[in-house]
Every structure is written in structure tokens, then in C-alpha cells.
């Protein structure tokens, strides 16, 4: 894949993850995002020691920030977050279930069509070891906007 293809590939995949966001509404918006973007922080230092592992490998990287893990967190990974909070949030085994469709989808189709458009390619990871990199995060994203429902719940009681 060419670096204007990549590029093309990688803004198209941010803005059209951005664009579903409005859907979910604003009270989801609201409601969600503090967990979604701590899940979205703990992704970024987890990509940092992939990259530095050499889990993944993108092709044609140049040396900018904007390409290779990037804009899949800022977009998909991000965008997912909140979706499945807002479908599945309260339901704890439906929103596992829906965390590991997801995660397998991304693992294993996606890898595979990215391997081969030479997009990236697992290199120190194969797609079971990509798959639960992503899928424990579910625990940790549901476990985050538990904590956040508590205490939005415990500052409603004090202001009565």
C-alpha cells in the first residue's frame, strides 16, 4: 500500500469512527466518554510498548505520529468504546459477548486484509495473542465506567 493510500485509509477510517459518535446521543456522550478515553489512554501506552516489542509492524510508516497505531485508536478503537457501552453497559455478559465479536472481527478478518494490502502485520503476536491484547481491555473499559457510574451516583446522594 502506497503512503498516499495509507494516509487516505487512515483519515477515512478516523472520520467516518467519528462521524457514528453523534449517534449514540449526547447524554451517552457524556455519560461514556471518561472511561472510553481513559480505555483510549491505557491503548496508547500499551501501543508504546508494542511498538518498542515489535508486536506489530506498519508498512510505509514514515516517521510521523499520524500513521501506524494512531489513527485506529483515535477512531476505531475509540468509537467502539463508546458504542459498546451504550448497548451493552449493565448487562455484563452481553457486553463481554460484544467486546469479543468486536475484538475477533479486528484480529482476525481485519489483520489478515491489512496483511495483505500491506497495511501492517503481526510480527511477535499471532491473531489469539492479538485478540486477548484487545479483549482484556473490555474488563478493564466495563470495570472503568463502573467506577465512573459510582461515583457520579455517590455526588447525586450529597446534594440531597
Do not use: D
Not at 39 to 62: D, M, S, T
Not at 102 to 122: E, G, N, Q, V
Not at 123 to 147: P, T, W
Amino acid at each position: 500500500m502506497t503512503i498516499k493510500i495509507q494516509r487516505l485509509v487512515n483519515v477515512a477510517m478516523v472520520i467516518f469512527s467519528w462521524l457514528t459518535i453523534p449517534l449514540l446521543g449526547s447524554r451517552n456522550i457524556k455519560r461514556f466518554l471518561p472511561a472510553s478515553i481513559l480505555i483510549l489512554l491505557v491503548e496508547l501506552l500499551h501501543a508504546r510498548c508494542g511498538k518498542k516489542q515489535r508486536w506489530w509492524v506498519f508498512y510505509n510508516k514514515p516517521k510521523s505520529f499520524l500513521f501506524g497505531e494512531f489513527p485506529f485508536q483515535i477512531g476505531p478503537f475509540l468509537a467502539t468504546s463508546l458504542w459498546t457501552l451504550k448497548w451493552a453497559y449493565g448487562n455484563f455478559k452481553w457486553f463481554i459477548l460484544l467486546s469479543g465479536i468486536i475484538h475477533a472481527i479486528f484480529a482476525y478478518p481485519i489483520t489478515y486484509y491489512a496483511r495483505k494490502y500491506r497495511h501492517y502485520t503481526l510480527v511477535r503476536f499471532n491473531s489469539l495473542q492479538f485478540f486477548l491484547y484487545f479483549f482484556f481491555k473490555a474488563f478493564l473499559l466495563y470495570g472503568f465506567q463502573s467506577l465512573f457510574e459510582k461515583i457520579i451516583h455517590q455526588k447525586g446522594k450529597e446534594k440531597f
